[in-house]
């Protein structure tokens, strides 16, 4: 094609686009290099959504462990390491032994690919953390059309997988390919670290973190991972924090066999009278935790941090519309957010051995458990939060004199992440997302918990950084996922920028 049709094309397309896009303004053409690999990604746009198109038809869930599954996810994995060797990369499949299923059977876990482009020590390195492995979907399950066929829906590339994650992975390789294609140099050197167990709990990926800390990981200077969403439709997002969670288990016993209460009632200590009131000691009405010293470690709020809750968009009323909720605890937008990213939380889950059917059976179950669990914010720490749940409840337990016996134990503990803003690539990716969306992020953090960002954070001991792609209605996990091509295509310029922006700074 004669470059300057190519060229009103590439801006008829972009005109299009942003009219479909209608949420940003546009910004000032890039100029030179970006200019050229902008142009590039929007002319292979179809190219790029095709290849998601043959990842996405590829069943790799890792959730449900049955061999023929197992089998499509070595595919996937085979497949995205085909496509880095094709750009060049040196490419190392890391083979990680076998999954234990709690029937005792066991399943090989898929290779863990290490991939590196570039090693020239003048410029720094940004490794890409990714996954390729899917949950379940089956159309019955409310599909409008087959998970496994990417199919485009004004602007909206419907697939299991499309956002979360094999999107973001491929946006990720499209940037390095315009780089490639326009045979000119990658302004960063780059490293993959690819898994394929992400949904299952990342089974083995420590380990080899671990393991390659001195290794693959020693010239890593900044780690990127796009496994989140921007918390609204057209505002991109940086994301800087997540929660952690510790998770509990408190036992209350009288003996393993149920009771009747006709036969026993009014001559005992019931076991699910003390655990109901253990559970009502944990948190009050207004959400706050009364487990003494709980909010002693939290970290201050700063003036700096309550403007940036104040400059994020939120369409607080739409929110709580939308989760079909009458009324939250708090009312504004910055106490919802804080609420949910800078302050710590305490859930009842459950309780195992209660009478939990319909109908009215006049049992006194022997042995209970309850479960609950707090979402863990800096600076806490699992280690004294466990102490102080079990001071607690111990406390609250002996004062009801009981004869039961009660045990507490934490299941689970994992600490919150939380990065440092004024690191260089935060103010690449600002600079990168201002150049390709004419817009200042909003700077988000995650109120669930991610553990692969502190996980690197502590083995790797360099800056971690979450940069979504996706909108806030792509629906991961859930039927009908989606990404939109428009943030499928920018985000594959967002990428390029960024390395352009990471190079600049080095200087
Ligand atoms: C958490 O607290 C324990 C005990 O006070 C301490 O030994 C540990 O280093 C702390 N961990 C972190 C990650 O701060
Ligand atoms: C528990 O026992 C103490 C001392 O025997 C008594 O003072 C207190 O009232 C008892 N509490 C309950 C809840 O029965």
């Given at each position: 094609?004669?470059?300057?049709?190519?060229?009103?094309?590439?801006?008829?397309?972009?005109?299009?686009?942003?009219?479909?896009?209608?949420?940003?303004?546009?910004?000032?053409?890039?100029?030179?290099?970006?200019?050229?690999?902008?142009?590039?990604?929007?002319?292979?746009?179809?190219?790029?959504?095709?290849?998601?198109?043959?990842?996405?038809?590829?069943?790799?869930?890792?959730?449900?462990?049955?061999?023929?599954?197992?089998?499509?996810?070595?595919?996937?994995?085979?497949?995205?390491?085909?496509?880095?060797?094709?750009?060049?990369?040196?490419?190392?499949?890391?083979?990680?032994?076998?999954?234990?299923?709690?029937?005792?059977?066991?399943?090989?876990?898929?290779?863990?690919?290490?991939?590196?482009?570039?090693?020239?020590p003048k410029k720094p390195t940004v490794c890409f953390y990714g996954h390729l492995d899917v949950?379940?979907?089956?159309?019955?399950?409310?599909?409008?059309?087959?998970?496994?066929?990417?199919?485009?829906?004004?602007?909206?590339?419907?697939?299991?997988?499309?956002?979360?994650?094999?999107?973001?992975?491929?946006?990720?390789?499209?940037?390095?390919?315009?780089?490639?294609?326009?045979?000119?140099?990658?302004?960063?050197?780059?490293?993959?670290?690819?898994?394929?167990?992400?949904?299952?709990?990342?089974?083995?990926?420590?380990?080899?973190?671990?393991?390659?800390?001195?290794?693959?990981?020693?010239?890593?200077?900044?780690?990127?991972?796009?496994?989140?969403?921007?918390?609204?439709?057209?505002?991109?997002?940086?994301?800087?924090?997540?929660?952690?969670?510790?998770?509990?288990?408190?036992?209350?016993?009288?003996?393993?066999?149920?009771?009747?209460?006709?036969?026993?009632?009014?001559?005992?200590?019931?076991?699910?009278?003390?655990?109901?009131?253990?559970?009502?000691?944990?948190?009050?009405?207004?959400?706050?935790?009364?487990?003494?010293?709980?909010?002693?470690?939290?970290?201050?709020?700063?003036?700096?941090?309550?403007?940036?809750?104040?400059?994020?968009?939120?369409?607080?009323?739409?929110?709580?519309?939308?989760?079909?909720?009458?009324?939250?605890?708090?009312?504004?937008?910055?106490?919802?957010?804080?609420?949910?990213?800078?302050?710590?939380?305490?859930?009842?889950?459950?309780?195992?051995?209660?009478?939990?059917?319909?109908?009215?059976?006049?049992?006194?179950?022997?042995?209970?458990?309850?479960?609950?669990?707090?979402?863990?914010?800096?600076?806490?720490?699992?280690?004294?939060?466990?102490?102080?749940?079990?001071?607690?409840?111990?406390?609250?337990?002996?004062?009801?004199?009981?004869?039961?016996?009660?045990?507490?134990?934490?299941?689970?503990?994992?600490?919150?992440?939380?990065?440092?803003?004024?690191?260089?690539?935060?103010?690449?990716?600002?600079?990168?997302?201002?150049?390709?969306?004419?817009?200042?992020?909003?700077?988000?953090?995650?109120?669930?918990?991610?553990?692969?960002?502190?996980?690197?954070?502590?083995?790797?001991?360099?800056?971690?950084?979450?940069?979504?792609?996706?909108?806030?209605?792509?629906?991961?996990?859930?039927?009908?996922?989606?990404?939109?091509?428009?943030?499928?295509?920018?985000?594959?310029?967002?990428?390029?920028?960024?390395?352009?922006?990471?190079?600049?700074?080095?200087?």
């Amino acid at each position: 094609m004669d470059p300057k049709l190519g060229r009103m094309v590439t801006s008829l397309l972009a005109y299009l686009l942003l009219l479909e896009g209608g949420m940003f303004s546009p910004s000032p053409p890039p100029s030179g290099l970006l200019e050229r690999v902008f142009q590039f990604i929007d002319l292979h746009q179809n190219e790029f959504v095709q290849i998601l198109k043959e990842w996405v038809a590829v069943e790799s869930d890792s959730v449900q462990p049955v061999p023929h599954l197992r089998q499509e996810l070595f595919r996937m994995m085979a497949l995205a390491a085909d496509k880095l060797r094709c750009l060049g990369a040196s490419v190392d499949p890391v083979d990680t032994g076998f999954q234990q299923l709690p029937d005792g059977q066991t399943l090989p876990i898929p290779p863990i690919i290490l991939a590196e482009l570039g090693n020239d020590p003048k410029k720094p390195t940004v490794c890409f953390y990714g996954h390729l492995d899917v949950q379940p979907a089956r159309q019955e399950d409310g599909w409008l059309t087959d998970p496994y066929t990417l199919t485009e829906v004004d602007g909206k590339l419907y697939g299991r997988g499309a956002t979360d994650n094999k999107g973001p992975v491929l946006a990720w390789i499209n940037a390095v390919s315009a780089f490639r294609a326009l045979e000119e140099d990658l302004p960063v050197n780059i490293k993959f670290i690819i898994e394929g167990m992400e949904e299952a709990g990342s089974v083995a990926l420590e380990e080899l973190v671990r393991k390659e800390k001195d290794r693959f990981f020693s010239s890593v200077d900044y780690i990127v991972i796009s496994d989140n969403l921007w918390i609204n439709q057209g505002k991109p997002a940086l994301t800087y924090g997540t929660r952690g969670n510790s998770y509990f288990r408190v036992e209350v016993k009288c003996r393993d066999q149920d009771f009747h209460s006709g036969t026993f009632g009014g001559i005992l200590h019931e076991p699910m009278a003390d655990l109901v009131a253990l559970l009502g000691s944990l948190v009050d009405s207004s959400g706050h935790i009364l487990i003494p010293g709980i909010y002693d470690q939290v970290a201050p709020l700063t003036e700096e941090e309550r403007k940036m809750y104040k400059a994020i968009d939120l369409d607080l009323e739409e929110y709580r519309h939308s989760s079909h909720v009458k009324k939250f605890l708090f009312d504004t937008k910055e106490e919802i957010l804080m609420h949910l990213w800078r302050y710590p939380s305490l859930s009842i889950h459950g309780i195992e051995g209660a009478f939990d059917e319909p109908g009215a059976k006049t049992v006194i179950p022997g042995r209970v458990i309850g479960k609950f669990s707090i979402r863990l914010v800096p600076h806490m720490n699992t280690s004294v939060v466990e102490k102080q749940v079990k001071q607690h409840l111990e406390h609250i337990f002996s004062k009801r004199n009981s004869s039961n016996q009660m045990t507490v134990s934490m299941t689970l503990g994992l600490q919150p992440w939380m990065a440092n803003i004024k690191d260089n690539q935060y103010l690449a990716a600002k600079r990168a997302i201002k150049t390709v969306f004419g817009t200042e992020p909003d700077m988000t953090r995650d109120g669930s918990t991610i553990p692969i960002a502190r996980i690197f954070q502590d083995i790797i001991q360099k800056s971690v950084m979450m940069l979504p792609l996706g909108a806030v209605d792509d629906g991961e996990h859930s039927q009908n996922e989606k990404i939109n091509r428009w943030n499928y295509i920018e985000g594959s310029k967002l990428f390029a920028a960024f390395f352009l922006e990471m190079a600049k700074l080095r200087l």
